[in-house]
């Protein structure tokens, strides 16, 4: 799964799927972190694209969350 899948792309996923997207999204973020500290990352906008891709699947978890306590209230 590539981290830098639209949103539209996102939402077709299911929760194990996003959850499954987050832990990729971090495992680059601390990567591209760590390269940057020690000087070998080349392109520092990479950076950036990674950590709105991470607030775009937790933003995505949440509105399901909210949905889901939603539809049970209803119940």
Known sequence: MATNQAASDLRELDV??????????KKEHFNLRFQHVTGQLDN????????????????????????????????
């Open 16 to 25: 194990h799927g996003l959850v499954d997207a987050l832990s990729e999204a």
């Open 44 to 75: 520092t906008a990479r950076l950036g694209q990674v950590q709105r891709q991470i607030a775009r699947i937790n933003t995505i978890l949440r509105q399901r969350e909210i949905e889901a306590a939603e539809a049970s209230e209803k119940k």
